[in-house]
């Protein structure tokens, strides 16, 4: 029985400790520059600030991945997942940097949460019209998804 739940959520799970660690990844990096710099310094402004705009969208991040992945399909709800871990990567390294650095990354993060929400909206559509209507389009649905979570990886 556990087995059968897990197979279902698997991937989910993966990608949630995956983005944990990230999380662990960016608080080290604000300690370390806190313990090096002054915590006056703009290089400490910047990292801080890195770290809570990305820990602002975290539970956006984690509501949307899961339902889409419980509502629909795990697999490129996923995918998407990782994808938006690089996306955050990406806006976190950048904000370090110069803050313009860090538009691509955050662009980037809000497509994939965009299309996060959409398999939302779909997967719950879903399973209202096979439980009022008697329609199951989820094969159809899957596919499509499937898809156009490859599509994610065009800048």
């Known amino acids: 029985m556990v087995s059968i ?29 806190g313990k090096v710099q002054n915590t006056k310094t703009s290089a400490f402004e910047r990292v ?51 803050t313009s650095q860090s538009t691509p990354g955050y662009l980037f993060g809000k497509r994939v949460l965009a299309f996060l929400i959409l398999m939302c909206i779909v997967g719950i559509f879903n399973f209202l ?5 008697g329609n199951d ?4 649905t899957e596919m499509i998804t499937n898809a156009a979570s490859a599509l994610l990886l065009i800048p």
Not at 70 to 79: G, M, R, S, V
Not at 129 to 133: A, D, E, K, P, S
Not at 137 to 140: A, V
């Open 5 to 33: 739940v897990v197979e279902h959520i698997f991937l989910l799970v993966i990608v949630t400790l995956i983005s944990v660690l990230q999380n662990a990844f960016f608080a080290t990096k604000v300690e370390k520059e």
């Open 48 to 98: 801080s600030c890195a770290n809570r705009n990305c820990m602002d969208s975290y539970p956006t991040f984690l509501a949307v991945m899961w339902c889409a992945g419980l509502c629909l399909n795990q697999a490129p709800a996923a995918f998407a997942g990782l994808i938006y871990l690089v996306a955050r990567q990406k806006y976190f390294v950048g904000y370090m940097g110069q």
């Open 129 to 133: 019209l096979v439980r009022y209507f």
């Open 137 to 140: 389009y989820k094969d159809t």
